[in-house]
């Protein structure tokens, strides 16, 4: 019979024990600035139903049209949560959260799924942080929400982006925009893509999002919504930029950005790194006041972001910023015979109750070996025992990095370490 050999599925990947540092350091940065900001966490089931994925994130959109990974199990659809946006406003109007008082401002940290085809930067499972401010219309809620993605990327030392913002408008200004905009690509139909022909009529906004090379003049030249947004529109986004500058926050108008969701009202923004290539987006976000209706809540307006964690580890790399310091123990204990072993065994819990990090060898090599484990381990210290050191009740402690050592008694050890 052939071996057989299992592996993750294809743009799926382990976190392997090297990795993990690095995640726990950005999630505790995550924890610690949400905490500061007074937003809360939420935590919702990786699977969902089916339906509210594609009425939450949109018929037309390629997560919902090509990219969910979804099964039937008994009389239930079942989807693998390709975005958060939506089970959280299903959470929302499942537990009334509304009922809390005021707005509410939940944020998250978790594996998100979607059957792309996997490159650098773009992978099938992957993880978001991001925030959903549920409740409030303000233009502050709005720049708050950018405050945090990018007060996130400041503690972290990535300082090199490009924010970029638009209002997609209200229903009303949009309607309005969408007819200006097929009118005008009306005389040029046939030389559209043919994607963009596919999406002319029910989504003509999301050509101009469009990379093919022959709707780029057409888009060039396109009118812009900023014009035909109506007067709430228009001063809401007047207010988000004003905001935006009073905090000094750098940021660029981008009038072609449309994001790839349905739900999306009047703020529309996206971070990018010219240090990722070709996926180079950080984070997206906007305002969806339709949403909560949409999902069977009461109107609400809502605004937030999602940012990829992968992407952000690339850009750390780029530029060399370690979230994590090097793997170390404090103390290694080194055992020469089978009663050091076992006062060993039984003095590492009296370290860890003083808060001192502490191994031993678990496969009963020599002392040689041990000391050499302990140099992988990375250990500060060696505490080195044999039946002498028990004699005395006086043990070396071998300084690793200074390659000095010294003998004490536990108690001097501890009172040292910890
Ligand atoms: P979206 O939910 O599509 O607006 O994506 C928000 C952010 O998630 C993007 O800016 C990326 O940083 C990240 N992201 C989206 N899709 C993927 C993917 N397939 N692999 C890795 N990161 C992704």
């Known amino acids: 019979m052939p071996k057989l050999t299992y592996t993750t599925h294809l743009g799926m990947f382990d976190i392997l024990p090297d990795e993990s540092p690095k995640w726990r350091a950005l999630e505790n940065i995550i924890h610690e600035e949400a905490a500061k900001f007074n937003f809360e966490e939420i935590r919702t089931p990786i699977l969902e139903q089916t339906e509210l994925i594609k009425r939450g994130v949109g018929q037309l959109t390629d997560i919902v049209a090509k990219e969910i990974f979804a099964f039937t199990k008994g009389d239930s659809n079942y989807v693998l949560r390709p975005e958060l946006t939506a089970p959280v406003v299903r959470s929302f109007v499942e537990h009334h959260l509304d009922q809390r008082g005021g707005s509410q401002k939940l944020y998250y940290i978790g594996p998100m799924f979607r059957a792309e085809r996997p490159q650098k930067g773009r992978q099938r499972q992957f993880h978001q942080f991001g925030v959903e401010i549920i409740g409030s219309d303000d233009p502050v809620a709005d720049v708050e929400c950018i405050a945090f ?228 381990e990375n250990a500060n210290y060696t505490l080195i025992v044999g039946d002498n050191e028990l004699e005395k009740g006086e043990f070396t402690l071998r300084n690793m990095k200074e390659s000095e050592e010294d003998s004490f008694t536990l108690d001097g050890i501890i009172a040292k370490l910890a």
């Open 149 to 376: 993605m990018m007060q996130i990327y400041r503690r972290i030392g990535i300082k090199n982006f490009d924010l970029k913002i638009n209002s997609v408008g209200d229903p009303e200004s949009r309607e309005k925009y969408k007819s200006v905009l097929r009118d005008y690509l009306k005389p040029n139909f046939e030389e559209l893509s043919e994607l963009s022909q596919k999406r002319f009529e029910k989504n003509p906004m999301r050509i101009l999002d469009s990379k093919e090379p022959e709707d780029q003049e057409f888009i060039k030249n396109a009118p812009v919504i900023r014009d035909y947004l109506n007067e709430d529109s228009s001063n809401h986004f007047e207010l988000v930029c004003e905001y935006l500058n009073k905090l000094e926050i750098d940021f660029t108008i981008d009038p072609l950005l449309v994001r790839g969701m349905d739900y999306y009202t009047r703020t529309a923004f996206e971070l990018t790194s010219p240090d990722l290539g070709s996926q180079d987006a950080l984070a997206g976000g906007g305002r969806y006041d339709l949403l909560v209706e949409e999902i069977g809540g009461q109107p609400t307006p809502a605004v937030g972001f999602a940012a990829g964690m992968e992407r952000l580890f690339i850009a750390c790399e780029e530029l060399d910023i370690a979230l994590a310091p090097p793997k170390e123990v404090d103390v290694y204990i080194v055992t020469l015979g089978g009663a050091a072993r076992t006062w060993g065994l039984t003095t590492l819990p009296k370290l860890r109750e003083h808060g001192i990090s502490a191994t031993m060898d678990y496969l009963g090599r020599s002392m040689r070996a041990q000391m050499k484990d302990a140099n992988r």
